[in-house]
DNA sequence: GCGATCATATATCATCTCGATATATGCTGC
DNA sequence: GCAGCATATATCGAGATGATATATGATCGC
């Protein structure tokens, strides 16, 4: 999936500037499909407003750089509709977390607890976020994913609530075997 | 999380290639930490040599160019521990399946059910796969993370196979409201 | 009231990464 | 017999990231 994608995506949803389409892609409904940079986010969007798919308008700003507001156009409304018939490219979960689990016993118990209780908080605020997010939406496809995202993680709360005892067992363990200089 | 986190990890495990170390990226139990492409993990390998992290012994084979196999050094599994203890970035799920979701009214029931049927054979392949490393396995921390993977793809494929039909009425009823040139 | 930090907003750039491709060969299925 | 795939290393153009520069109002502690 393409930046071009996402953009249009969320300027289907309402126009939009530079910033706000990453603000969006970073936290609220739009952060569970890619991420992407500015430096990705602004030449994209100068390239569909070349392919005449998107308008700008600027809105001066007494002191400040004008906003750049962007708006989707019917050709690029069509365009995007023909891009969500491509075939996605397939889910990815990536968990630098996981990781760090693997190798518990190398990693130690204080670190492990650490990475542990932040991810549980992370998954917390996410949670909040979403359930804010479906009482507001109207809109039944955003209401679909969030469900979708809600389930998910309140499942992987659930989990980690429930084993991650045996996770800091492997660490503690792993430190009576391999005692090195305590940090 | 770095490539060259990713490679200590892998070598960690026991002696590769850089092509073996791709394939494990790709596949496998360390699918779920990060990706990286050949045009990373070489030059990322002669870093590792150069700061003596890695060693390298060239197997040569009859007729086709040697295989460079890769072992971590003491140095290099010193170095592997201080970057677990450092605060791993967030994870997260990246879905193009969602974003078609999303727009469902726009997508339409044929690729709406495409995407469904595409996402749910992708999650029981891989929890086919994880039920295999499970079996396999005798490493605690593998065993946790692969447990941590079945029981969150397992609960994303009953939510899938519960509340599809939702998603598919909702390109249905898209359908009938903008009754675009049908493809 | 004053400095620090943050949010808004655009934009660039060195560095890194991806995806495709080139090269070379054995193995397997049809 | 040969098309296609797996093994294996390596490079390269195109594109993306993460940091930074610029500019200013708002907010907050002290």
């Not at 990453?22 to 500015?38: N, V």
Request: negative net charge; glycine residues 6%.
């Amino acid at each position: 999936m393409s930046v071009k994608t996402l953009c249009l995506a969320i300027l289907n949803c309402g126009d939009a500037t530079g910033y706000e389409i990453r603000k969006h892609l970073t936290e609220g409904k739009f952060s569970y499909f890619e991420d992407a940079s500015y430096g990705s986010i602004y030449p994209t969007l100068a390239r569909l407003e070349a392919d005449r798919l998107v308008t700008v308008r600027e809105e001066p700003q007494p002191g400040r750089p004008a906003r750049k507001i962007y708006s989707i156009t019917d050709e690029g409304r069509e365009a995007f509709r023909r891009l969500l018939a491509e075939p996605p490219a397939p889910d990815t979960f990536r968990s630098p977390f996981l990781l760090v689990a693997m190798w518990a016993e190398l990693a130690g118990p204080h670190v492990i607890k650490n990475a542990l209780e932040e991810r549980k908080t992370n998954l917390r605020e996410e949670i909040e976020k979403l359930s804010a997010i479906r009482e507001e939406t109207g809109h039944p496809g955003t209401r679909f994913i969030v469900e979708y995202g809600l389930n998910c993680m309140r499942n992987d709360l659930a989990f980690l609530e429930r084993e991650s005892h045996r996770l800091v067992a492997i660490a503690e363990e792993g430190e009576e075997v391999l005692p090195q200089a305590a940090e």
